[in-house]
């Protein structure tokens, strides 16, 4: 997608954009409302980005103060980093990166290790396995007690996107999270105790919407430095 000084592009899946774009929110906006579902992020809180995608997630929450560790399975992806001036602080060496299946990595995790992760994976088509309950089992023994998670999960006032959010709710909930939909970020936010959206994040009550779902996420089925997971030298095989 379009590029340039002041333009952050966004990249597609299977035809799916990874940002929202072209419905008054672009792909920077779109960044900052993921974080600030989570917000406030203290400085040196540990934070985890699942799915790095085009790093913006990673990039910005490192800006903001965050020790970053980033998981992502395609390494063609970074490659289009490199290419991005929009992701250069993931090259900048203070961003951790790791490769692998996300539902893989979390597991070589130390317990209570995050203060916030997020989590913007495909579609479940795509990625079924970041979707299931075993995978937010495994988010909930990683993540602190009083830490925050997003998922990014596509408009949940869109017929489709209805169906995600209930799906993820649901199995958020199945493995002791509380969890609220925030309908401005497009997003489930979970946690420990109870779920109190940000004050910049609250939305009137859903209701049918006439856009598009933001196609990556429609299909359902229904301080102390964390363990790292595998690095990239260790991942040679998956190329």
Avoid at 57 to 83: P, Y
Wanted: proline share 5%; hydrophobic share 35%; with cysteine.
């Amino acid at each position: 997608m379009p590029s340039g000084e002041r333009t952050w592009p966004t990249a597609l899946i299977a035809g799916f954009s990874m940002h929202r774009f072209g419905v008054g929110v672009d792909p920077k906006e779109d960044t900052e409302k993921k974080l600030g579902a989570v917000a406030p992020i203290r400085k040196n809180a540990r934070l985890l980005d699942i799915c790095t995608g085009l790093a913006y997630t990673s990039c910005m929450a490192h800006a903001r103060g965050a020790d970053v560790t980033t998981i992502e399975l395609d390494r063609t992806m970074t490659k289009m980093c490199r290419m991005n001036p929009h992701s250069k602080a993931l090259f900048e060496g203070e961003i951790e990166q790791l490769y692998g299946n996300g539902a893989d990595v979390v597991k070589t995790f130390e317990d209570s290790c995050f203060d916030v992760i997020i989590t913007d994976p495909p579609t479940f088509a795509l990625a079924g396995e970041l979707y299931s309950a075993e995978f937010y089992a495994d988010l909930k023994r990683i993540l602190r007690p009083k830490g925050k998670l997003y998922h990014y999960i596509g408009d949940p006032k869109s017929a489709s996107g209805s169906g995600v959010a209930a799906g993820v709710v649901r199995r958020l909930k199945q493995v002791g999270f509380d969890a609220a939909i925030d309908y401005d970020a497009h997003g489930i936010v979970a946690a420990h105790d109870r779920v109190r959206l940000n004050r910049t994040s609250k939305d009137k009550s859903p209701r049918k919407s006439s856009s598009k779902s933001r196609g990556r996420r429609v299909d359902d089925a229904s301080t102390r430095r964390p363990r790292r997971g595998r690095r990239p030298e260790d991942f040679e095989d998956d190329e």
